[in-house]
């Protein structure tokens, strides 16, 4: 990382990315309000720090060993300016703004019919994104892979009627990626892209998802280790996208404990990521929980530990789901949810211990 003087110009600072180019580096420059910060994205040590922190207009130069310093809060520009975390702005909503942002939705786009009308419950019930799978990740060959595993088509109308949903409902979208082939179609019609927790470790599919510009809704792997999560986000920003919106989902339960839930919900991971990044931080307690009686107690306690949102898979019949359908809450619970996360998040905001 190379801290420029608050007084350097604009040539030494095309100076100091010529020269880390030279050495086979790519250079993000960020432009604070008080100085600029090059972040160097490659291998690091091909660079003679000392050598260019001699060099007209370098502050300081030096090995950074986060292996996620583009999105690092103490390394990143943000730090300087003492914000808290990044707003990541789809249409009007922010995200990790001064309010909670809610995304619900069903877990798969089964028919217009089905995504319309739970499209208006979601929005009726306050939500601000609505999502849908059109290529579901699924542990069985033999499941609904989703419409988009039928062929172009069906994946076209699925992701269209995700458009005219959201668009009807005054709602932003979201939808998943599975693969490479499917990013470029899924951008010419969802506001974000997720990438799923399956989905992770996919270097290849975070570059090309990065570089369509999209938001992108990173999903933790059940797996991975809170550096591992934030290393595999430095991949999206490392194209020059920070618009990442992290998204806790729960870990592998232990012991018994998965007799009765899917996975374990990380909760402490949300002020943990916090400290680390500035990227906003969302949960998603239907993934986690896998059960409608434990979603409205893990929404709440997600939005207590300071989550910016929640991601939650909702359908006006649960039993109907033909995917996830233990996990779907009802329109009406949903609604409940929203509400009391909103009361439980003015009142964690309110507090002035924990924030530190
Ligand atoms: C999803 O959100 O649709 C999903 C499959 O979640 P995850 O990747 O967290 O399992
Ligand atoms: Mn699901």
Redesign the pocket.
């Known amino acids: 990382m190379i801290i420029m003087k608050t007084n350097a110009t604009s040539e030494q600072v095309a100076k100091i990315v010529e020269e880390v180019r030279r050495y086979g580096l790519r250079a993000d420059v960020s432009k604070g309000r008080y100085r600029t910060i090059i972040g160097l994205v490659g291998d690091e040590h091909k660079i003679p720090f000392d050598n260019l922190s001699v060099l007209p207009g370098v502050k300081e130069a030096a090995m950074v060993e986060v292996p996620y310093k583009l999105i690092s809060k103490e390394y990143s520009r943000f730090a300087e300016e003492g914000t808290e975390h990044t707003i990541v702005k789809v249409k009007d909503i922010e995200i990790g703004g001064d309010k909670p942002v809610f995304i619900a939705g069903p ?1 798969a786009v089964e028919s217009h019919q089905q995504l319309l009308r739970i499209a208006q419950d979601a929005s009726e019930a306050g939500a601000h994104i609505l999502r849908g ?1 059109v290529f579901k ?1 699924r542990s069985s060959v033999h499941s609904f892979q989703g419409l988009g595993a039928l062929g172009e088509k069906e994946a076209r109308d699925a992701l269209a009627w995700l458009r005219e949903a959201g668009e009807r409902f005054n709602l932003a979208t979201v939808t ?1 990626v599975r693969g490479e082939s499917q990013v470029e179609l899924a951008a010419e019609y969802a506001d974000i892209l ?1 990438i ?3 989905n992770m470790y996919n270097q290849d599919l975070l570059a090309k998802a990065a570089r369509t510009g999209k938001p992108i809704l990173f ?1 933790r792997h059940f797996g991975a280790s809170i550096e591992e999560f934030l290393s595999f986000a430095e991949y999206i920003a490392a194209e020059g996208n920070k618009d990442i919106i992290l998204c806790e ?1 729960g870990v592998l339960p232990t012991g018994k404990g998965k007799n009765y839930i899917r996975y374990t919900l990380d909760l402490a991971a949300v002020p943990v990521l916090q400290k680390e990044t500035y990227l906003p931080v969302i949960v ?1 307690p239907s ?1 986690a929980a896998g059960r409608r009686d434990l979603i409205f107690n893990m929404s709440c306690a997600a939005i207590a530990v300071g989550a910016s949102g929640l ?1 939650i898979e909702m359908h006006y019949n649960p039993t109907e789901a033909i995917v996830d359908a233990k996990q779907a809450v009802t329109p009406d619970e949903l609604k409940q949810i929203i509400y009391t996360c909103k009361e439980i998040d003015k009142l964690i905001k309110s507090a002035s211990y924990g924030k530190d």
Request: aromatic share 0%; with cysteine; glycine share 16%.
């Open positions: 877990c799978g990740p998943e997720q799923g927790s399956r999903k989902r998603d993934h991601m």
